[in-house]
Every structure is written in structure tokens, then in C-alpha cells.
């Protein structure tokens, strides 16, 4: 196609929408700022809250908090969080606070927010005052607490003021940056009072979670199924460890063979992991025993027939002895074990050697010469 105006257009529209796409993207993986207790329940200082959604998910050591001037009065302990070398830090969470839940997973320094997860950042430590989070994560959702390391002596965002104050959340290395402004015209002043800075929109739950997006489902672990067994042999352990990285524990914490049927065995990940218990399901088959025809006894000394090496039921193995001896009278067991593989149980046959008898003739009397003698008996006296 000739290069004119109307296409020098429309591949610049084409390169603006491709542009702005991007952006677009880039944008909607970054995390943000969805919600700040602004007027908190009990001690102020303490108990304030900031709920971040974590977009494509981040590190918490790239997390910074710079507060708006008027909150970094006093001591350092009022300093912002994360921002150089004079500010606070990050200190695991304090969860026992927010009831209601039974997935609130405490974090600390170093840990990786997985995306489009919620993380809950305390600004001060110390915190003790009780907050009803059932309508974010009452149904088995995950979220995660982490604490500012500092003990605030002043509130971290103010609810008594005229105008407005800023707050800057960003993410290091992501070029994730969030402007917050809250004016305090707006605030209720009540204790639970809270700012969506994404709808920019002001209210107040009490003492209740905020709204925000939904919390994140555990995950369920994943497992190769083990099995089936057969009845009596030694299973594989159960893992300790799913296929995608939960760790935990069985209930029972072993597999056991000993009887034919199917049993099921419950994984509990360890807690602080956002994931859900597993049932493993495990078969074990019950053991047939190899069937054989029995041997006649033998005599001493003769030639014995050959074990056979496959059952009348069709299962195959070896035997030991491998072979019948039958130079010394008496019963004999031999043992037959299945081939590996087979779900069979050992078996044994008795074979019976018999010592060679003496036939027994009754005396003949002495027979005058040219006298008919007797016919020789064909059996013995003792049935031979």
C-alpha cells in the first residue's frame, strides 16, 4: 500500500491504542491503596489501618509509606516507613485483632504478596483494639497482616483537620506510585471512619473491615494419588510437601495396608500458607492366595513330580525349596511366593515321603519231591 496521509493516520492511531494499552496493563498490575481506616477503633495511633490490594504481587521490603508532614511530628517513631534509612520498618503482623476470619496469615519482612492478593499494613505497632473482618474473608479467604516495626505515638492519618493531607504509597523498582489525598472536611469523625482512594469516597463501618475487593480463595495443594496398594505391603510415605509447594501434615500420618478397602487421608497445610485441606483418597486391593493341586505322598527315593511355577488361579512365583527331595521319609513344606507385582499372599504344600515297605508272605510248609507245589501269592499279607 502507497504511504499517504490517511494511513500515516491510521498507523499513528494504531501505535496510540497500542500505547495506551500497555499502559493500561502496566497500570492494573501495580498495587494500590484500597482502603484507610482513617479514625480508628481505641487507641488512635495504634490501630489505624491501610488495606492494599497487591495487583501482579510484590515484595514488602519494596513497600514504602511516606505520610503527610503533619503525621511525622515527634519522635522517629512517627517517621514514614521504608522511605531511607531514618524511617521505620515492616514487623510481622498482628492478627489475633481481626476476628471473624480463620485465614488471616501474619507476614513479615522479606515476604512476597502473591498477586491480587490482599495485605493488611498496620501503621504502628501495638495494636489492640478488635475489628469484625468476616465480610472480607469470612468464608475461608486469605489475607495478610503485616505491622509498621515503629510504635506510633501520634496517628498515622488524622481525623480532626481542615483541608487536605497527602500520603504517598509506592512499590521500589515496579514504577508503581499512588498519590492519596484525603480532605478532612469529608470525615464523619466517628471512630471507624474510612477513605477509598480509588472511588475517592468517604464512610464509616464502625469497627468493621472496610470494603474492598474480594480476598483471595486458599488454593488447593496438589498431590500425585498414591496407590492402589495391595493388602500387606509397604506403602510409599505420604508427602510432606504438594506438588505446588504447601507444606503440612496428614491425618492419619500413615498409610496403612492392612486391610482391603478404600481409605481417606486429610493434608492440613501449615498455618501462615493461603491454601486448603486435601483428602487423598487410597485403594488397597485384597490379597488372593495361589492355589495349588496336592501332591500324592512319594515313595523314598523316587523320581518327584516338578512345583509347579504357576497356580491353578494363574499366579506365578517360585518355591523353597525349588524342588520336592524325597531321600529322607517324612512331610516336607514347601513355601511358594508370588512374582513382585502380583497382589498375592505366599502359600505353602505339604508333601509326605513314605519309607519303602517289606512285603509279608506266610511260610510255605516243606513240599514232598514231585508233589504239586502251591501258586505263589501276588499279595502280600501286609497289602502288597
Not at 73 to 82: A, K, R
Not at 207 to 225: G, K, L, R, Y
Request: contains cysteine; glycine residues 8%; aromatic residues 8%.
Amino acid at each position: 500500500m502507497p504511504f499517504t496521509q490517511s494511513t500515516k493516520g491510521l498507523k499513528t492511531l494504531i501505535s496510540l491504542t497500542i500505547v495506551y494499552f500497555i499502559s493500561i496493563t502496566a497500570k492494573a498490575q501495580c498495587p494500590e491503596v484500597e482502603a484507610i481506616l482513617v479514625n480508628a477503633c481505641g487507641t488512635e495511633h495504634l490501630n489505624e489501618f491501610v488495606i492494599i490490594h497487591s495487583g501482579g504481587g510484590f515484595n514488602v521490603d519494596d513497600l514504602q509509606l511516606d505520610f503527610d508532614f503533619n503525621n511525622n511530628m515527634g519522635p522517629s517513631v512517627n517517621h514514614d516507613i521504608n522511605i531511607n534509612p531514618d524511617s521505620c520498618g515492616l514487623a510481622t503482623g498482628v492478627t489475633s485483632v481481626y476476628t471473624g476470619c480463620n485465614n488471616v496469615i501474619p507476614v513479615g519482612p522479606g515476604f512476597s504478596v502473591p498477586a491480587n492478593a490482599i495485605l493488611v499494613l498496620q501503621t504502628s505497632s501495638g495494636e489492640n483494639a478488635n475489628y469484625d473482618f468476616s465480610s472480607l474473608c469470612g468464608d475461608g479467604e486469605c489475607i495478610y497482616v503485616i505491622s509498621n516495626s515503629c510504635n506510633r505515638t501520634i496517628a498515622a492519618f488524622s481525623n480532626v483537620y481542615t483541608g487536605t493531607r497527602t500520603t504517598i504509597f509506592s512499590i521500589v523498582g515496579q514504577n508503581c506510585t499512588q498519590t492519596i489525598v484525603i480532605n478532612g472536611d469529608n470525615l464523619p469523625n466517628t471512630n471507624g471512619d474510612y477513605y477509598l482512594p480509588v472511588e475517592d469516597e468517604y464512610g464509616n463501618n464502625g469497627c468493621t473491615v472496610p470494603p474492598t475487593s474480594p480476598a483471595t480463595d486458599p488454593i488447593a495443594p496438589t498431590f500425585t494419588n498414591l496407590g492402589p496398594y495391595c493388602q500387606g505391603a509397604t506403602p510409599e510415605s505420604l508427602p510432606t510437601t504438594s506438588n505446588n509447594g504447601f507444606s503440612g501434615t496428614w491425618n492419619p500420618s500413615t498409610i496403612n495396608t492392612s486391610t482391603p478397602g478404600t481409605s481417606d487421608y486429610i493434608f492440613t497445610p501449615t498455618p501462615g500458607q493461603c491454601a486448603d485441606t486435601y483428602t487423598m483418597t487410597v485403594v488397597i486391593n485384597e490379597a488372593v492366595e495361589p492355589t495349588f493341586n496336592p501332591i500324592a505322598s512319594l515313595c523314598q527315593g523316587s523320581t518327584p513330580p516338578p512345583l509347579p511355577g504357576t497356580s491353578l488361579n494363574n499366579i506365578q512365583g517360585t518355591w523353597s525349596p525349588a524342588t520336592i527331595n524325597t531321600s529322607t521319609p517324612g512331610p516336607s513344606t514347601y513355601t511358594f511366593t508370588p512374582n513382585p507385582g502380583q497382589c498375592a499372599t505366599t502359600t505353602s504344600l505339604q508333601v509326605q515321603i513314605v519309607a519303602p515297605a517289606t512285603p509279608l508272605f506266610n511260610p510255605i510248609a516243606d513240599i514232598c519231591q514231585n508233589n504239586t507245589a502251591p501258586v505263589l501269592p501276588t499279595t502280600s499279607t501286609n497289602g502288597i
